[in-house]
């Protein structure tokens, strides 16, 4: 396990301070939830936990490295948890293996079921147990509900962790059994100094912090991606050039998510305020604030569709046509 960002160690100790049988993680993606969660049930289960957390010695945090603590059970997604490395239960890896059916996108109630009877049970290593759900606004009403009960009567050595990207989509009974705790948005020097140290290169760290709108871990998300950044930093002129080609590979919902961050960036100039997204030597000439308006409207209505495109090649292309005549207009 690599180290924790500085601003996730800083978080975990102050929550580790803290009592609390569920702790509900939310904000932004890309924050760094899913990396406060594991540090939090990753001391809670340690056998010589200390003021900073675990010990990363001993051989509870040695299990929940290598993915298999009998007393943590991971909540998510299949596709979470194949991306992430989790093991699947036999049935579910049984049926992907069978190609039965698809990694499921959201959290199953089968899985959840199993997570109530974890819950139940003895803990194996005598240090209570965890349960981590990520990301919660992934469970669909039946499955919160199952989960519920158990959050209100939780049986004896049992902790919860949920840690959201979207938590107003969470049942409020839900919000309201956890203790909240809004994600912290580290400041771009330590986030430049974090991305550098997963092996960006000084140039491309703050191109792809912008890109990210300031959240680190997106950040390094886009940098494992095959783009470059530089293509980031050509994105605004390629699109004023009408050219397709710069969202090769990119989904729909992706270059929907990059238009959007273009159109806020030349709205913003519009009104004086500092581009957030790209660099303002990067964007092209002003365009009207009238077509501005109007595409920023059609973007919304786009992403609407964007999970199911009718097709995305045809999409593609409207977006980009769209998007190069809202640049091209005349003030
Ligand atoms: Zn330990």
Same mark, same amino acid.
């Given at each position: 396990?690599?180290?924790?960002?500085?601003?996730?160690?800083?978080?975990?100790?102050?929550?580790?301070?803290?009592?609390?049988?569920?702790?509900?993680?939310?904000?932004?993606?890309?924050?760094?939830?899913?990396?406060?969660?594991?540090?939090?049930?990753?001391?809670?289960?340690?056998?010589?936990?200390?003021?900073?957390?675990?010990?990363?010695?001993?051989?509870?945090?040695?299990?929940?490295?290598?993915?298999?603590?009998?007393?943590?059970?991971?909540?998510?997604?299949?596709?979470?948890?194949?991306?992430?490395?989790?093991?699947?239960?036999?049935?579910?890896?049984?049926?992907?293996?069978?190609?039965?059916?698809?990694?499921?996108?959201?959290?199953?109630?089968?899985? @959840?079921?199993?997570?109530? !009877?974890? /819950?139940?049970?003895?803990?194996? =290593?005598?240090? &209570?147990? +965890?349960? *981590?759900?990520? #990301?919660?606004?992934?469970?669909?009403?039946?499955?919160?509900?199952?989960?519920?009960?158990?959050?209100?009567?939780?049986?004896?050595?049992?902790?919860?962790?949920?840690?959201?990207?979207?938590?107003?989509?969470?049942?409020?009974?839900?919000?309201?059994?956890?203790?909240?705790?809004? @994600?912290?948005?580290?400041? !771009?020097? /330590?986030?430049?100094?974090?991305? =550098?140290?997963? &092996?960006? +290169?000084? *140039?491309?760290? #703050?191109?792809?912090?912008?890109?990210?709108?300031?959240?680190?871990?997106?950040?390094?998300?886009?940098?494992?991606?095959?783009?470059?950044?530089?293509?980031?930093?050509?994105?605004?002129?390629?699109?004023?050039?009408?050219?397709?080609?710069?969202?090769?590979?990119?989904?729909?919902?992706?270059?929907?998510?990059?238009?959007?961050?273009?159109?806020?960036?030349?709205?913003?100039?519009?009104?004086?305020?500092?581009?957030?997204?790209?660099?303002?030597?990067?964007?092209?000439?002003?365009?009207?604030?009238?077509?501005?308006?109007?595409?920023?409207?059609?973007?919304?209505?786009?992403?609407?569709?964007?999970?199911?495109?009718?097709?995305?090649?045809?999409?593609?292309?409207?977006?980009?046509?769209?998007?190069?005549?809202?640049?091209?207009?005349?003030?």
């Amino acid at each position: 396990m690599s180290a924790l960002a500085p601003w996730i160690a800083e978080q975990s100790r102050q929550l580790l301070a803290q009592r609390g049988h569920a702790w509900l993680l939310q904000g932004p993606s890309g924050l760094g939830q899913y990396s406060l969660a594991l540090a939090l049930v990753r001391a809670w289960l340690c056998e010589n936990p200390g003021e900073e957390g675990a010990c990363g010695q001993c051989p509870s945090c040695h299990a929940i490295d290598v993915h298999t603590h009998a007393d943590l059970c991971v909540l998510m997604p299949e596709v979470a948890m194949l991306e992430l490395g989790w093991p699947l239960d036999e049935k579910a890896q049984a049926e992907l293996d069978e190609k039965k059916r698809k990694p499921s996108k959201e959290i199953r109630i089968e899985a @959840m079921r199993d997570a109530i !009877e974890f /819950a139940q049970r003895t803990s194996a =290593r005598g240090r &209570g147990k +965890a349960v *981590l759900v990520f #990301p919660a606004e992934r469970m669909n009403n039946v499955t919160a509900n199952a989960l519920l009960k158990t959050l209100e009567e939780p049986p004896g050595d049992v902790r919860f962790v949920l840690a959201s990207e979207a938590a107003h989509l969470l049942l409020p009974t839900i919000r309201s059994r956890c203790l909240g705790h809004t @994600m912290h948005w580290p400041d !771009e020097p /330590a986030s430049l100094a974090w991305l =550098r140290a997963q &092996g960006i +290169a000084d *140039l491309d760290a #703050p191109i792809l912090l912008r890109a990210a709108g300031g959240r680190p871990e997106d950040a390094l998300r886009f940098a494992d991606s095959t783009r470059h950044p530089k293509s980031w930093s050509n994105l605004p002129r390629a699109v004023a050039r009408g050219e397709v080609g710069v969202f090769k590979d990119w989904t729909p919902a992706q270059v929907i998510d990059a238009l959007h961050k273009l159109c806020h960036d030349l709205l913003a100039r519009q009104v004086g305020a500092v581009p957030r997204f790209f660099d303002a030597s990067e964007l092209p000439a002003a365009s009207s604030l009238a077509a501005l308006n109007a595409w920023a409207r059609e973007l919304a209505r786009a992403s609407r569709t964007a999970e199911h495109p009718f097709n995305s090649g045809l999409m593609l292309e409207d977006l980009v046509s769209r998007a190069q005549s809202a640049l091209n207009s005349k003030l």
